[in-house]
């Protein structure tokens, strides 16, 4: 199985491009070492050096061009990132707000490491100038991950002093594959506590918007995003277990495709929700997420079952865009009234969700349907599935009892989580963890894991344990059938409409001051998650003064189609993806 692993990312080793409608998994596995890969896919040197922009303002494919052909050295550019980090991101390992002068992106920065593998990569890629074998394309490209993902031997907190004293042992899997790639992990980004926002903190933790200081940057994803949008790394990878990586990426303006379930494993996440709980990869532009998306994507069963579940010829994720007048033509796109959008009032369900859109996203949403439907896309709106309809939706947000596990009563949500956390071991390490733990740090971890012994009494980690450990097998089919239920439901009211992706405004207003609540979202941020579906996330325009983002949902495994059609809108209409947020002030 690893070298398949290996063979699937075979594409991101050559310097040229794939043709991605035609080159599958299988293709490439049946010869990888003889398979040519089409020139165009990486933008010509010549083209990107005529850009003249700074090595901060170039996205993922350009770095990788430069780099790959000599005009800048991982070192350099690795260096470039190390100083934007310094100037602009404020304290490290605070674990507190940066305040409207800082960015609070980074919560670790590993220099010297970034900076011994940049020359690493350096070394790979003059062999490969001179000769040698061919540089992989993302050799020397620094990315960084949400502080929930493991990078060996940094600490690893999950956003809270909780957890101090947890370092990792070994590297994520896709941290793995990126560095068998040759490319360059520079630290860890700020994430809400234990990856979830609460109610004291409703729109992150730490970092702040960088078109907006003023204001948060949107969900438990935060760092990741902003670090790519401000600027400070050219891509990341978020945790997204209900909008983690969608909500920042559209208040930031940055561009994230959250992957379906499976797609890439998710062995060395910290998971606060697993079985929900997926990688997302975040950068200025939705082709720099997509290449970082291919080189992660695939199967590891030994320590990730689920992603075996992907197809064994999935299919190369686009980097280009389609060369016609009309790159859309073909494509329905589905924007459904029934997404319901929650606002200070709670969840409207009398009211299309527009009815709850500020006025100037509500404009910026409808420019950009209309320039949609001029790249040859159809438009149009259908119900879409109701989520409050109990018959079409048993799973989402009921209050059905399932089973019971030593004691307590369980919906279907929690028997899918807990059965998960079991399989995994979650709970049970962190117990473990909270016995070498100075007492306030173990009361932390008490409050946010434990749970009160079914005869009563204090909340503990071993009652919590218990609950998931005695879960039985008829519950937990049952809960996955319900979701699974949902899951057909939802596909066949697509299929009803004839639509092959739908299209939702996941934030719908400006976020007010630090400390103030989701002017409008959707309600159903986590719907992509409970399905398994793939979400991508890009800026569409802007209003006062901060971005406007739109969120293009389609089936599991539609990630070609979709990313596809966010990378055709991207091409033709690039202002708002290369837009720069301004740097804070020194």
Known sequence: MS?????????????????????????????????????????????????????????????????????????????????????????????????????????????????????????RLAAALAGGALAPLLCGVPFAVQEAIAIEGLPLQNGTTALAGNVALRDAGVVDRLRELGAVPVGLTTCAPFSQLTAGQPTGAYARNPWKPTTRAGGPGEGAAVAAAARLIPAALAVDGGGGATVPAAITGASAIVPSEGLVPTDGLMPDVPGKDVIAPVARSVRGASLILNAILGPRLARDPVSATAPADFPLIPIVPRTTDHPLEGTTIGVPTKDWMRTASGVDTSSPPRASWDAAYAAAFDRFVDELKALGATVKEFAGLDLTDTTANPYRGSTDVVGTSAG??????????????????????????????????????????????????????????????????????????????????????????????????SVAGPLGAVGSDFPARRDALDLPNVLGWPAVTLPIGTASDVPVSATLIGPRFSEPAVVQTAIDYQAAHPQWHTMKAPDPAS
């Not at 494919?61 to 470039?80: F, I, K, P």
């Not at 028997?415 to 733990?437: C, H, K, N, P, W």
């Not at 071993?462 to 059938?481: I, N």
């Open 3 to 123: 070298d398949t692993n290996i063979s699937r990312r075979s594409f991101v080793a050559r310097s040229g491009a794939v043709a991605f409608a035609a080159t599958t998994f299988s293709a490439l596995l049946a010869d990888a070492a003889q398979a040519e890969l089409p020139t165009g896919g990486l933008p010509a040197p010549g083209d990107v050096t005529a850009l003249g922009k700074p090595i901060e303002d170039l996205d993922v494919l350009e770095l990788a061009s430069l780099l790959q052909h000599g005009d800048l050295t991982s070192v350099a550019v690795t260096q470039r990132y190390l100083d934007r980090i310094a100037s602009f991101n404020g304290p490290t390992g605070t674990y507190a707000d940066a305040g409207p002068g800082a960015l609070g992106a980074f919560v670790r920065v590993d220099a010297a490491g970034a900076l011994a593998d940049a020359a690493d990569a350096d070394t």
């Open 408 to 505: 307590a009563s369980l919906t279907p949500e929690q028997a899918t989580t807990l059965a998960v956390r079991d399989e995994v071991r979650y709970t049970v390490a962190i117990q473990g963890f909270s016995g070498t733990v100075p007492s306030g740090q173990a009361a932390d971890l008490l409050a946010y894991y434990g749970r009160a012994p079914s005869g009563g009494g204090a909340a503990t980690l071993a009652a919590a344990v218990a609950v998931e450990r005695g879960l039985t097998w008829g519950a937990r089919f049952d809960a996955e059938e319900r979701r699974r239920t949902l899951a057909r439901n939802y596909r066949a009211a697509l299929a009803e409409a004839g639509v092959d992706m739908m299209l939702v405004l």
